[in-house]
């Protein structure tokens, strides 16, 4: 984490601090949220549209916190710890993680993708860490907010750092990664995520392209070769020309691809089309991680690491969260991939779910968001292709999840259908068939929260 005197943090946002204190302390860390506040800690309150940071100062004093950032136009700056005067907190959080970053000897690989980019940023990692000290995005830190603290976050004597960037917005890749300042740039995929702030999926991958505008010089932009419109993207993409491009994917037009691949409940085992590398094992699911891993691999050969190395660290990766997490319950086998949803992420999850070997097999989705006036034939669309998958029951939650299960019954012989409004009349239906051999499918958007039915399942 970022060790530094007060008088730098001044000096570097150009603030002023108010108060009679020892400038020369130091501060160890920085952070954004009260509840995780250490002890000499530089907290930096955030105003958002519900929540002002500024008003849980008591807290993070009682922490041990010994200095915070404050805006200008907040009333009551505290007393009791040092106060750095500035516009805007957010900008001095960002402001500071890049005078951090280019204190830094660390390399750091940035990562983005409409799909794809956590996992590929813990297999990244994972590789990574067989041979350097490694850091990398915590959870979902991978936003305007949670770069520049997941920079902030990395220790000085880290040696490579994996950081992942989300985008809902053009600009907000070109924003981040000059912050980031990638050494390696990846992206894993582009498709109609957050389509609604977008003209077409075109305009999506031309936002996602913007990453390579903070590669370094001689830096290297790893992309999935197989998709035609990204392929398009670069040729039309000016970039720096010292950067060097790679490719990965199932074409053998691609630096590195896809030669073999088997999949069973403990994971995935696939070779690739260089000679040196032996077969690789992850204990993950999904033939797109193999694709993911792909990537990595590239991003690792790039940093000096050789197959033997790549092939350990493989089995060193510290997956995130609510991503294809298999959790048993009683007799019920549950596959939680609730993080998000969108088509894309929909297939490869009932890809997956197409292993597992039940009496009953029962798939749950909730709405998925950001679809506009496309959202009830994107919804229909999915529930016509369940017609492609082994299910015995369809559960659906939310008020466009509806069309899923319309799509469902036109298309597809799934015995039950049965649509709820909300997770907890769900969660309350499931119940029953924690008695049973049965598996289950949970996968919707964010905001749904369905990781709720999961843990609601574990207290009985």
Known sequence: MIKIKVNEIVEILNAE???????NIYINGVSIDSRKT????????????TVNGHSYINDVINNGAV???????????PKDIAVILVEDTVKGLQDLATAYRNKLNAKIVGITGSNGKTSTKDITAGILSQKFKTGKTLGNYNS???VPYTLLSLDEDVEIAVIEMGMERKGEIDFLTKIVQPDIGI??????????NFNSVYDIAKAKLEIVNGIKDNGLFIYFGDDELIQKTVEETQMNKSIRKETFGTKISNTLYLKEFNED?????FKISDEECEELHIEMLGKHQSLNALAAILAAKECGMNYNEIKEGLLRIEKTGLRNEVIKIKQCTILNDCYK????????????????????????LGDMLGYREMSHDVHYNVGKDLSLYNIDELITIGQEAKFIAKGANDNANIKLIKQFDTKEEATEYLKKY???NCSMLIKGSRFLKLEYIVNKLKEI
Do not use: M, Y
């Not at 992206?187 to 609604?196: A, E, K, L, R």
């Not at 969108?342 to 009953?360: M, T």
């Open 17 to 23: 601090c108010i108060g009679n204190w020892d400038l």
């Open 38 to 49: 250490e002890r000499n800690n530089l907290f930096i309150p955030i105003k958002g549209a």
């Open 67 to 77: 200095a915070t950032l404050w805006n200008k136009g907040e009333p009551n700056p």
């Open 144 to 146: 305007e907010i949670g």
């Open 187 to 196: 992206i894993t995929s582009v498709g109609p995520v957050h389509i609604d």
């Open 265 to 269: 409940v403990d994971g995935i085992t």
């Open 341 to 364: 949803s969108n088509p894309v992420s929909i297939k490869a999850a009932l890809d997956i779910f197409e292993l597992f070997q039940s009496n009953r097999k029962i798939v749950i």
């Open 434 to 436: 924690l008695n049973e």
